[in-house]
């Protein structure tokens, strides 16, 4: 029974994950019109529009077309798969025509008459520094829609002018597109500061120029800002930073740390004599509630198996961007990735919690395999609503489609839920026991009274500090290219950061575990987790910082987006750390206690 139970649940598995494959690309699937990219002279080459917005604020963006711009006969949308979606990608047919290696000269896209509510919307949107975004051959081009014209006048004269004429220079190396720019004419504007009706002419014209630059580095020059000289050395400076940071801490550990165990093992073992006379203090002391098992160890035991999932998430997403599968404008990639890579690693979770609960002699692994898959998920899913809700508001491109998110529950309950189940199902039957090298009496011992900076907060913000100082420069790197126009591609520094952050955050919670059990406070379960984790707060504190001193974003939508989003990915960095410093601080625990003979 059990046996077929468990067939049933790997065959619904596989087939969940096809499914789940076939809804991220299969049926969604971009299909360019040129999938080679290679044309002829007097070919289509695809022009689409995807959107506009204020340039400030990137989650708030809106359908190219929900500004009065001239409009084809049959606006086409284009599919697109799962990811760019998530991105707030929604690509149309432009109006232009850019057919390979043919020029243009002053062409009309159309006459049209702007109504009073038009020019009003128009001007808003140039008070507001929209910005617009075309793919040309899957190449991003960008540009303003117009200007505000301050100079030496008081707010109330200010002139506002939209821009008529756009001219696009596209280079080509034999049959293929290489590179595309957008330029505004400052001599052709249209006068949209007073409401009233305007009779308006479009155009644009289109230059084409043959370049030696090869197809396959087309995208190169979206990324040389990031491997400019000044920010590679910012880069290396933090990596410098922060490996003085661990030398530092190494260092520490080694003389301080390993000189006082060192004495510990001593005194405790080939010193019977002291060992009897220095009985009523130190950590030797409290062998027999050390590995006392915890309250609410069912909530450990999920905060460990989603960490442990959040962590091989994380892991994988470094090796394909190491292997160069996030290059620049590869829309909708990353947002894939992180849906397919959560749910086929949702098994870990469930194992690794589930086997740790019952390690801990928990008896309700069902609850417990609820709890973990609702620990990061169900956060996760409010926020969404609520943000989805406000995108819904303001029309924004951010607002999913009712189809996207029927894909994405489909994906939980076909994918995720079965591989959570069949996770645990394997970690009620791993059999492990939990390996105390002690054993546990039968009453608890009083913790003595402790100084205030040995107390649980004290000490989370002592833990936090070191591994954020270690980050912080990378930060803002990340925070513009996330939250900003940056592009970020440098994954391998990011990555020797992330290795670094690791074994920071580890050797702290082992320190900080260490002084904790020698004050005799045997309850380091989940101070470890705590200590580990706090670093995911000090990078919530520095959203606050960056929201208010290096960004200028503004309005509700923007706000909300910032603060709700970083909230959960701080929320999962804290989880995953916090998995992390418990490791650590479990291991070093069982082995200062297996060095020495317990009574």
């Given at each position: 029974?059990?046996?077929?139970?468990?067939?049933?649940?790997?065959?619904?598995?596989?087939?969940?994950?096809?499914?789940?494959?076939?809804?991220?690309?299969?049926?969604?699937?971009?299909?360019?019109?040129?999938?080679?990219?290679?044309?002829?002279?007097?070919?289509?080459?695809?022009?689409?529009?995807?959107?506009?917005?204020?340039?400030?604020?990137?989650?708030?963006?809106?359908?190219?077309?929900?500004?009065?711009?001239?409009?084809?006969?049959?606006?086409?949308?284009?599919?697109?798969?799962?990811?760019?979606?998530?991105?707030?990608?929604?690509?149309?047919?432009?109006?232009?025509?850019?057919?390979?290696?043919?020029?243009?000269?002053?062409?009309?896209?159309?006459?049209?008459?702007?109504?009073?509510?038009?020019?009003?919307?128009?001007?808003?949107?140039?008070?507001?520094?929209?910005?617009?975004?075309?793919?040309?051959?899957?190449?991003?081009?960008?540009?303003?829609?117009?200007?505000?014209?301050?100079?030496?006048?008081?707010?109330?004269?200010?002139?506002?002018?939209?821009?008529?004429?756009?001219?696009?220079?596209?280079?080509?190396?034999?049959?293929?597109?290489?590179?595309?720019?957008?330029?505004?004419?400052?001599?052709?504007?249209?006068?949209?500061?007073?409401?009233?009706?305007?009779?308006?002419?479009?155009?644009?014209?289109?230059?084409?120029k043959e370049t030696a630059t090869p197809f396959e580095k087309r995208m190169e020059k979206y990324s040389q800002t990031s491997s400019l000289p000044h920010h590679l050395e910012i880069h290396w400076f933090s990596i410098i930073n922060s490996c003085v940071t661990v030398l530092l801490l190494t260092g520490f550990l080694a003389t301080i740390l390993m000189r006082v165990l060192k004495n510990d093992f001593v005194k405790y073992t080939h010193d019977e004599e002291?060992?009897?006379?220095?009985?009523?203090?130190?950590?030797?002391?409290?062998?027999?509630?050390?590995?006392?098992?915890?309250?609410?160890?069912?909530?450990?035991?999920?905060?460990?198996?989603?960490?442990?999932?959040?962590?091989?998430?994380?892991?994988?997403?470094?090796?394909?961007?190491?292997?160069?599968?996030?290059?620049?404008?590869?829309?909708?990639?990353?947002?894939?990735?992180?849906?397919?890579?959560?749910?086929?690693?949702?098994?870990?979770?469930?194992?690794?919690?589930?086997?740790?609960?019952?390690?801990?002699?928990?008896?309700?692994?069902?609850?417990?395999?609820?709890?973990?898959?609702?620990?990061?998920?169900?956060?996760?899913?409010?926020?969404?609503?609520?943000?989805?809700?406000?995108?819904?508001?303001?029309?924004?491109?951010?607002?999913?489609?009712?189809?996207?998110?029927?894909?994405?529950?489909?994906?939980?309950?076909?994918?995720?839920?079965?591989?959570?189940?069949?996770?645990?199902?394997?970690?009620?039957?791993?059999?492990?026991?939990?390996?105390?090298?002690?054993?546990?009496?039968?009453?608890?011992?009083?913790?003595?009274?402790?100084?205030?900076?040995?107390?649980?907060?004290?000490?989370?913000?002592?833990?936090?500090?070191?591994?954020?100082?270690?980050?912080?420069?990378?930060?803002?790197?990340?925070?513009?290219?996330?939250?900003?126009?940056?592009?970020?591609?440098?994954?391998?520094?990011?990555?020797?950061?992330?290795?670094?952050?690791?074994?920071?955050?580890?050797?702290?919670?082992?320190?900080?575990?260490?002084?904790?059990?020698?004050?005799?406070?045997?309850?380091?379960?989940?101070?470890?987790?705590?200590?580990?984790?706090?670093?995911?707060?000090?990078?919530?504190?520095?959203?606050?910082?960056?929201?208010?001193?290096?960004?200028?974003?503004?309005?509700?939508?923007?706000?909300?987006?910032?603060?709700?989003?970083?909230?959960?990915?701080?929320?999962?960095?804290?989880?995953?750390?916090?998995?992390?410093?418990?490791?650590?601080?479990?291991?070093?625990?069982?082995?200062?206690?297996?060095?020495?003979?317990?009574?």
């Amino acid at each position: 029974m059990g046996s077929g139970m468990r067939t049933s649940v790997t065959d619904l598995t596989a087939a969940a994950t096809a499914l789940l494959l076939l809804l991220c690309f299969g049926v969604d699937g971009v299909v360019s019109d040129a999938s080679d990219h290679r044309y002829k002279t007097g070919d289509h080459v695809p022009l689409y529009v995807n959107k506009v917005g204020p340039f400030h604020n990137p989650s708030e963006t809106y359908r190219y077309f929900d500004l009065p711009f001239c409009t084809p006969e049959h606006v086409t949308e284009k599919r697109e798969a799962l990811g760019e979606v998530l991105n707030g990608d929604r690509l149309v047919d432009a109006p232009y025509k850019l057919d390979f290696r043919v020029d243009h000269e002053s062409e009309v896209l159309c006459k049209k008459r702007l109504t009073r509510e038009e020019v009003s919307k128009f001007r808003s949107a140039v008070t507001k520094d929209y910005y617009f975004q075309m793919y040309y051959d899957d190449l991003p081009l960008w540009g303003f829609i117009g200007k505000v014209d301050k100079e030496g006048k008081d707010l109330g004269e200010y002139k506002y002018y939209l821009y008529k004429r756009f001219h696009f220079d596209v280079l080509y190396n034999n049959d293929r597109v290489i590179e595309i720019v957008v330029h505004t004419d400052p001599n052709m504007l249209l006068d949209v500061t007073e409401d009233r009706d305007i009779e308006a002419e479009f155009l644009y014209s289109v230059k084409w120029k043959e370049t030696a630059t090869p197809f396959e580095k087309r995208m190169e020059k979206y990324s040389q800002t990031s491997s400019l000289p000044h920010h590679l050395e910012i880069h290396w400076f933090s990596i410098i930073n922060s490996c003085v940071t661990v030398l530092l801490l190494t260092g520490f550990l080694a003389t301080i740390l390993m000189r006082v165990l060192k004495n510990d093992f001593v005194k405790y073992t080939h010193d019977e004599e002291s060992a009897e006379d220095q009985e009523e203090s130190g950590w030797k002391y409290i062998h027999g509630d050390v590995f006392r098992f915890p309250k609410n160890k069912s909530l450990l035991a999920a905060s460990l198996g989603s960490g442990t999932q959040l962590f091989t998430l994380t892991v994988f997403i470094f090796i394909l961007a190491l292997v160069g599968v996030f290059y620049p404008y590869n829309r909708g990639a990353l947002f894939t990735a992180l849906v397919i890579i959560y749910a086929l690693t949702s098994g870990i979770a469930g194992y690794a919690a589930t086997s740790f609960y019952c390690q801990l002699e928990g008896t309700n692994w069902v609850r417990n395999l609820l709890l973990t898959g609702c620990l990061f998920c169900g956060p996760l899913f409010l926020t969404f609503c609520f943000l989805n809700t406000v995108a819904i508001v303001y029309s924004a491109t951010a607002a999913l489609p009712f189809g996207t998110i029927v894909v994405i529950v489909l994906i939980w309950t076909l994918v995720t839920s079965p591989l959570l189940v069949l996770g645990g199902i394997a970690g009620k039957n791993s059999k492990a026991d939990f390996q105390a090298p002690c054993r546990t009496a039968k009453y608890p011992r009083e913790i003595p009274p402790l100084p205030w900076y040995r107390q649980t907060i004290p000490q989370m913000i002592m833990a936090g500090f070191l591994p954020f100082s270690a980050i912080y420069i990378e930060l803002y790197y990340i925070f513009a290219s996330v939250w900003g126009h940056r592009i970020y591609t440098i994954y391998s520094i990011l990555f020797i950061v992330f290795i670094i952050l690791l074994i920071v955050t580890a050797f702290i919670t082992v320190a900080l575990t260490y002084f904790q059990l020698a004050a005799e406070d045997h309850e380091w379960w989940w101070r470890s987790f705590l200590c580990g984790g706090s670093t995911g707060l000090f990078v919530y504190g520095y959203c606050l910082y960056y929201y208010h001193a290096r960004s200028d974003m503004s309005g509700f939508m923007q706000t909300s987006f910032f603060f709700g989003y970083m909230a959960c990915i701080c929320y999962g960095f804290f989880l995953m750390l916090g998995m992390v410093g418990f490791r650590a601080a479990l291991l070093f625990v069982r082995h200062i206690y297996r060095s020495i003979k317990c009574e």
